[in-house]
């Protein structure tokens, strides 16, 4: 079965890299979407929620394909952590997380072009830090300077030292859950088939 095209609601290079791994035929494409949080909902509601907003409000030109929404974040101790402000909120988000466990959510948003059908789906992976020192953490964000990514740390760079143990899907993590996307295209493409 040919992979469908997708077009890309997001400029994160490790969604990039992913989709290019797995084969698949995309574009990225620009969303006007705001990423806001809302109290009211659970973590993997909020994540669903963004990822629509950013499938949704992505501008797109044609008539056949998906667009792929997908948000990511930390949620630790009942709060969502996202990408820090600057070099010391990393610090302070990595000196939270030493030793401890939290939960990695990913929401996919996927809406058909065909049919203007969207099914939002989410992914929860939980990673155990190992106890993190002071100048580990200092080395790695100097050296990775992660303030582009939910938690202030990537796995598939030096972030594999932070961690003790995950337990869930390792792309999720990354962020993007590529087992579900699978899932979730083949889904669509049915429904399309039958419109």
């Known amino acids: 079965m040919t992979k469908p095209k997708i077009f890309l609601a ?4 490790r969604r990039r890299e992913l989709l290019k791994r797995a084969g698949y035929s995309f574009k990225i494409v620009p969303s006007s979407y705001v990423e806001k949080v809302d109290s009211r909902l659970t973590p993997s509601g909020n994540a669903m929620n963004m990822a629509c907003g950013k499938a949704e ?3 797109v030109s044609g008539k056949t ?5 997908a948000d990511t974040f930390i949620y630790f101790r009942r709060r969502i952590i996202g990408k820090p402000k600057h070099t010391k909120d990393a610090c302070r988000i990595l000196r939270l997380l030493s030793g401890r ?3 990695v959510y ?3 948003a996927l809406r058909s072009l065909a049919t203007g059908e969207i099914r939002t789906s989410h992914a929860k992976s939980k990673v155990i830090f190992k106890k993190l020192s002071e100048k580990v953490i200092e080395d790695y964000v ?4 992660p303030l582009d990514k939910a938690g202030a740390y990537a796995i598939q760079e030096d972030g594999r030292k932070l961690i003790k143990a995950i337990w869930g899907s390792r792309s999720n993590v990354i962020g993007l859950p590529m087992e579900l996307l699978k899932s979730e295209l083949k889904k669509l493409a049915k429904a399309d088939a039958s419109f």
């Open 10 to 13: 997001s400029r994160s290079p």
């Open 57 to 59: 409000c992505a501008r």
């Open 65 to 69: 394909g998906y667009v792929l929404g």
């Open 101 to 103: 466990p939290h939960y």
């Open 106 to 108: 990913t929401g996919l």
């Open 142 to 145: 100097q050296k990775n300077r």
